[in-house]
């Protein structure tokens, strides 16, 4: 289709989003984002319907013969019939570029203060072990997607990683020999960040679990029960939590827990901080609810937007500040 080959170049020409909505307008006559497989249909039911008379009626009629007929129909409308997919690829991509230049995302890319050289594998690896926040599966931890991005507070650029991290756990019991048997392997998501260059201060926040692995053991109670009903507090020791948490920073924390629900932890000896909750910081939102033409198309590219990833921002932004 001629129209997903001009939508894979505008994918690779374009620098701006506005530069990609442009793009889109004016296009031409031919706008349709849909493989038109009527005909395709016909051909495999009016093959059907040949072998199915063929063989209730093979007492008048050749059934051989229906049956080759049948067949050319039915093939005929197979080898004809034109797959979405590469519509739906080409949506999916033109949307991660959307989002690469309006939010500054970069799919599968490395924080801006490490060296290129980096090995992926080797930073998530790494980056993982400073949080006791990877362990909730049992069978498998996996950080597969992300994307990094800078923050610009003040003067202050704060390299981020934000992340997809998918973990599955399995339902086990012994079997009659006493070996284990595992019934059922049960798979979760959540999604978070990385941010670089944070103050390494050495405490962890909570509003969904009662406590956390070492080295963060010493609870931290406020005066305030409202907010130790609310936060689970948690440092190294007693004179670093009275060090690093001041009225400010908690009402930071109180703000930034009220829209969301998950785990942060700022480290103790590395400038990295991360945050691991419930809500999908890649959900993609568009007023565009169908995609059938090129119009509907620039409506959604136009209207996108990854509202759960602005408001973790802002309200992160705003603790860093």
Known sequence: MRNVSRLW????????????????????????LKFHNGLSFIMA??????????????????????????????????ISYENHHPIQSVIQFLE???????????????PSHLPAHTQSVYLLSRIKNLFPLFNQG???NQIQRYAVTDWHVGEQTYP???????????????????????IKSIQKTAWGAFIFEVPAL?????????????????????????LNQQLKIYGIDAINNAKHLSPSLLLKLEQFFQH????????????????????????????????????????HLRTLSMLNYEKFRTCMQNILS
């Open 9 to 32: 170049q505008i994918e690779k020409d374009v620098q701006t989003e506005q530069q990609l909505l442009d793009y889109l307008h004016p296009w031409g006559d031919a706008r349709d």
């Open 45 to 78: 039911i009016s093959g059907a319907l040949w072998l199915f008379f063929g063989w209730f009626l093979r007492d008048l009629i050749s059934f051989p013969l229906c049956l080759v007929i049948g067949s050319i129909l039915i093939f005929i409308g197979y």
């Open 96 to 110: 991660q570029r959307m989002i690469q230049l309006r939010y500054g995302l970069q799919f599968g890319g490395l």
């Open 138 to 140: 049992t069978q498998s």
């Open 160 to 182: 981020v990683l934000i992340f997809e991290y998918t973990y599955v756990s399995a339902i086990s019991t012994d079997d009659e020999d006493g070996d284990r048997l595992v």
């Open 202 to 226: 050495g405490i962890a926040i909570s509003n969904r679990r009662r406590m956390f692995d070492e080295p963060y053991t010493e609870r931290w109670h406020s005066s305030d029960i409202r």
């Open 260 to 299: 969301f629900k998950g785990d942060l932890i700022f480290h103790a000896d590395e400038s990295i901080a991360c945050y691991v909750g419930e809500q999908d910081l890649f959900a993609l939102r568009s007023k565009q609810n169908e995609i059938l033409e090129i119009s509907d198309l620039r409506g």
